[in-house]
């Protein structure tokens, strides 16, 4: 099993009234596009195309992502299609992030939709050292499979694992989220888990406690009755900010209830909207 070393580094800073791409570091088949400044109503916002060149995250990658804002600056970051983990023989895949926020930064990571295929396995470890004046939102949104291809694959991928540490910059710990999947050994239909639910969202924001407050009083929880999706928001430990989870039967409510959460954060921390869904847009 060979598999690939990818790697992707991404520094943004401030640069008058408008924040930059400063440094790009990349090495197939991670890669990245020119920063894009198509929001209206955040001019100042660098918006960057994450890209895998493979198609798939196959048996053996080791990717690495590492994405810095400077002081002030701010940046939106996604990828250009969903995330899709090829089936494996033998051996796994993994990834690690490193997110670094300055103070007063503010970042964006909102990538696509993961689609485990059957018998895929993959490891992601993410740390975040963000200061206490910055934000960071960031999504992960799962899926159950291919649920539409051939007769379906839904549950089918031996092992998904996603851990998130963040800190502050002297090292004061925040949190530390962990989710374990493995359908094949531990069925993930059970009551408590996804139930009869298929899509996962979670959506970890990290930002003042003024903010928090305010974003954590107008989210809604419980079950909505046309798209049957279920939400709620919690607060993370140490005052460092909320996390919002969703469930749902199909991937496109999961976006929309997302989408919602980060209209809310973008409000009341930039105090603009988030821009229209567009085809070419992000995947939210």
């Not at 963040?166 to 009551?191: C, H, N």
């Not at 407050?213 to 709620?232: L, P």
């Not at 993370?236 to 809310?264: C, I, M, S």
């Amino acid at each position: 099993m060979t598999g690939s070393d990818g790697t992707l580094e991404m520094a943004f800073a401030r640069r008058g009234d408008q924040s930059v791409l400063a440094s790009l570091a990349r090495r197939a088949p991670l890669i990245a596009q020119q920063a894009l400044y198509w929001d209206a109503d955040l001019p100042g916002l660098p918006c960057v195309y994450m890209i895998t060149t493979s198609g798939c995250v196959l048996a053996g990658d080791r990717l690495s992502i590492s994405i810095s804002v400077g002081a002030g600056a701010m940046a939106h970051v996604t990828t250009q299609a969903a995330t899709k983990v090829h089936q494996m023989s033998a051996g796994l895949a993994e990834q690690s992030q490193r997110l670094t926020l300055e103070p007063d930064s503010y970042l964006e990571l909102l990538p696509g939709p993961t689609i485990p295929h059957r018998h895929s396995r993959f490891v992601t470890r993410t740390e975040a050292v963000v200061a206490r004046s910055a934000t960071l939102l960031y999504a992960e949104i799962l899926q159950p499979g291919r649920k539409y291809h051939g007769a379906g694959e839904l549950f089918e991928y031996d092992l998904y694992s996603s851990a998130l540490t963040a800190r502050r910059p002297d090292g004061t710990g925040l949190f530390t989220e962990k989710l374990v999947a493995q359908p094949w050994l531990d069925p993930v239909r059970q009551v408590g888990m996804m139930g009869l639910f298929d899509v996962f969202a979670n959506v970890t924001l990290v930002t003042r406690p003024c903010h928090a407050d305010k974003i954590y009083e107008r989210t809604a929880a419980g079950i909505d009755g046309q798209t049957g999706c279920m939400a709620g928001a919690s607060r993370l430990p140490n005052d460092a900010g909320l996390v919002y989870k969703v469930l749902g039967g199909q991937t496109e409510p999961v976006l929309a209830k997302v989408r919602e959460f980060w209209a809310l954060t973008r409000h009341e921390v930039t105090g603009a909207p988030v821009p229209a869904a567009r085809p070419w847009g992000p995947p939210l």
